[in-house]
């Protein structure tokens, strides 16, 4: 398969290296790497898909028109369009061209996210009670200086729309009944720390972000029944480690199992890897996800302007 990279910025730079030989050239308005400066001017029999880094803004415009020349794509998430209607209407083009439309969502080829939605599958845990994730990076400043990334929602569709899609990688369902506990501004015109909540469903969940963690962290502590499982750290930010703890009756120290990976991260060959096979394979796009994600971080974007 024969790829482009659209948008040769950070992402841009990861998602070149892990296509590897597939590369073929890149598209960028100002980066003097990029072969080609418009999407537009890059030959139709030149490539079969296309990796698509870019701002929010132009992800519709691109995507349609790659798929209505019938390329592939893989989009940075989240995918936003101006209507909810747009999502699914790029859904059918995509499925009436035969090419796949995938939105990356790199932690779920993180190996112990993997291992949690396996745990929790497994129904060992019982009933699941309470879910807490909290995800957090030092990029405040480069946000801030950002032309275009210090604006709107900021760390909730940033780091957020990541913690809501893990949500449904593990317990499926819906993510409508979310709510802003709290968002705070402390160095952004935009938030740049903020808690989310979804208090009446089963299990209660809770999710905190932040672009002023001054090292990287992620934990998560899921509470249930039997037991309880962790995760500290991903590998980008290694080791890692994943813990389950298994409930001793009626009280006492509980049985643990814990796994500590050290490794580089795995994910962005993994969902590469992924994406290749839908395109292989030619399974029909399903943006259901995608736009579930919308519709909740445009609900959740609005209380933060209110």
Avoid at 168 to 192: K, Q
Avoid at 195 to 201: G, I, N
Wanted: charged fraction near 25%; charge should be neutral; glycine fraction near 6%.
């Amino acid at each position: 398969m024969r790829v482009i990279v659209a948008g040769l910025g950070v992402q841009g730079h990861k998602r070149r290296r892990f296509a590897s030989a597939d590369y073929v050239a890149a598209v960028d308005p100002v980066n003097p790497e990029a072969e080609y400066r418009s999407l537009h001017d890059v030959p139709l029999d030149a490539y079969d898909a296309v990796l698509a880094c870019i701002p929010d803004e132009p992800k519709l415009d691109l995507v349609t028109y790659c798929v209505e020349n019938g390329k592939h794509v893989l989009v940075e998430k989240p995918l936003c369009t101006p209507r909810d209607e747009d999502i699914a209407q790029l859904e059918r083009l995509a499925r009436a061209r035969r090419v796949v439309v995938y939105t990356a969502y790199n932690h779920r080829f993180e190996p112990h996210c993997v291992r949690m939605r396996d745990l929790i599958a497994s129904g060992d845990l019982g009933a699941i009670y309470s879910c807490r994730m909290f995800y957090g990076n030092g990029t405040a400043r480069l946000v801030r200086d950002s032309a275009w990334r210090d604006r709107g929602a900021g760390v909730i569709p940033d780091l957020g729309s990541h913690l809501l899609d893990t949500c449904l990688f593990w317990f499926g369902g819906d993510i409508d009944d979310f709510r802003v506990l709290s968002a705070h501004r402390f160095e952004n015109l935009a938030p740049d720390h903020a808690v989310l909540s979804a208090e009446t469903r089963v299990p209660r969940i809770e999710l905190e972000m932040t672009l002023c963690m001054w090292r990287n962290y992620f934990t998560c502590d899921v509470l249930a029944e039997r037991g309880t499982a962790h995760i500290e750290s991903l590998c980008k930010w290694g080791p890692t480690t994943f813990r389950h703890r298994k409930r001793v009756l009626p009280s006492g120290r509980p049985l643990e199992v814990a796994v500590t990976l050290a490794q580089d991260d795995p994910t962005w060959a993994l969902e590469y890897e992924h994406f290749k096979k839908l395109c292989t394979s030619r399974i029909a796009t399903d943006l259901r996800a995608d736009l579930q994600l919308q519709q909740a971080l445009t609900r959740l974007a609005a209380e933060v302007s209110t």
